[in-house]
């Protein structure tokens, strides 16, 4: 599975836009884009996974580069309770095993 | 069940003892995926299963760390003389089948003293 790159840590102010990138360069052909966040001391949440086309559900918006190299997370109106460390997880491919292959994630804080 | 259920939330240990965790997925989920968390660090896979089967049991660290799966669905991971540096969170998923939206549990916190 390709490798993702995601800044360590981001701020947002609370009530605006949360836009999280990840790099994943060595994407191939037929791997999605994934999406988990995980808040303090609880598992993993799925949020959105795409992959070519942009995606938007009642969580957040995924809009991918038309190469595929790179990927945007939004979260339109963060708040506090989006305080979390999301993981960009590129799967599929050759694998059929569908391991997510966590990486050390984006430490989101959204602030008051 | 409506998600994935993790039994016990919490497991304390004395160092040497056995400890078995137990995953009850979501129905009619085939794949089954096993993952720890240490303290402060990211999730490390270790083990996959569909159905009763296991086509990739790489994650797992060592020979004391076993898991199995019964009628495609509860599973069990099963650590042998528990050690300090088994100290985590063990964390199951599961999914429709292996490569769609997979869906965690909470977690089992397990602590060796």
Redesign the interface.
């Known amino acids: 599975d390709a490798k993702t790159t995601q800044p360590p840590s981001m701020d947002c102010a609370e009530g605006r836009a949360a836009n999280l990138p990840c790099n994943h360069s060595t994407i191939s052909g037929n791997e999605y884009v994934?999406w988990y966040r995980q808040i303090h001391s609880?598992?993993?949440?799925?949020i959105i996974?795409g992959l070519k086309n942009n995606e938007t559900n009642e969580m957040a918006s995924l809009i991918i580069t038309e190469d595929r190299k790179s990927s945007t997370l939004i979260l339109p109106h963060a708040t506090l309770r989006d305080t979390a460390v999301y993981y960009c997880i590129v799967?599929?491919g050759s694998?059929?095993?569908?391991?997510?292959?966590?990486?050390?994630?984006t430490t989101l804080q959204v602030k008051p | 069940g409506a998600g994935?259920s993790q039994s016990p939330s919490n497991k304390v240990t004395e160092k040497g003892k056995d400890v078995e965790l137990r995953c009850d997925p979501i129905s009619g989920h085939t794949?089954l995926?096993w993952?720890r968390q240490s303290l402060g660090q990211?999730?490390?896979?270790l083990i996959?299963f569909?159905g009763n089967s296991a086509?990739?049991k790489s994650g797992l660290p060592s020979d004391r760390f076993s898991a199995e799966r019964t009628g495609g669905s509860v599973s069990t991971l099963t650590i042998q003389r528990t050690q300090q540096e088994d100290s985590a969170v063990y964390?199951c998923?599961s999914?429709l089948?292996?490569?769609?939206?997979?869906?965690?549990?909470?977690?089992t916190r397990l602590t060796v003293v």
């Open positions: 994934y609880q598992g993993p949440q799925y996974h799967r599929g694998s059929n095993t569908g391991k997510l292959i966590f990486g050390q994630g | 994935v794949a995926y993952y990211g999730l490390e896979f996959y569909q086509p990739d964390l998923a999914s089948e292996g490569g769609r939206v997979a869906f965690f549990g909470q977690g």
